[in-house]
């Protein structure tokens, strides 16, 4: 009921810059909160950065100073944009929203994942 569109992943090099896209799309009364996850192969999903529909940010220790998380509320679309990137945040990318659905029941809805890998 909720689908969610990443884009804007790809290969860079360390100390370059990348900007993730996640469009919310489907039966969405409201949202709540809108974030982004990481995962990199064998370790576990991590939390990277979320914004509240009020613009309320914050981030993970790993990323804080060099990621910056925004929203177009109208657009239901968050954005990601990561500079001065290190090998270390080579991760698949996973887009995250919550909200209520046009029935009022709460959603929790994850993107299909972006890959994003940095090179030294």
């Known amino acids: 009921q909720v689908q969610l569109v990443e884009s804007g992943g790809g290969l860079v090099q360390a100390g370059g810059s990348l900007r993730l896209s996640c469009a919310a799309s489907g039966s969405i009364f409201s949202i709540s909160r809108m974030g982004w996850y990481r995962q990199a192969p064998g370790k576990q999903r991590e939390f990277v950065a979320s914004i509240t529909s009020s613009g309320i940010s914050i981030y993970g220790d790993s990323v804080t100073g060099r990621f910056t998380t925004s929203s177009d509320n109208a657009k239901k679309t968050v954005y990601l944009q990561m500079n001065s990137l290190k090998p270390e945040d080579t991760a698949v990318y996973y887009c995250?929203?919550?909200?209520?659905?046009?029935?009022?029941?709460?959603?929790?809805?994850w993107g299909q994942g972006t890959q994003v890998t940095v090179s030294s």
């Open positions: 995250n929203v919550y909200g209520l659905l046009n029935s009022r029941r709460q959603y929790n809805a």
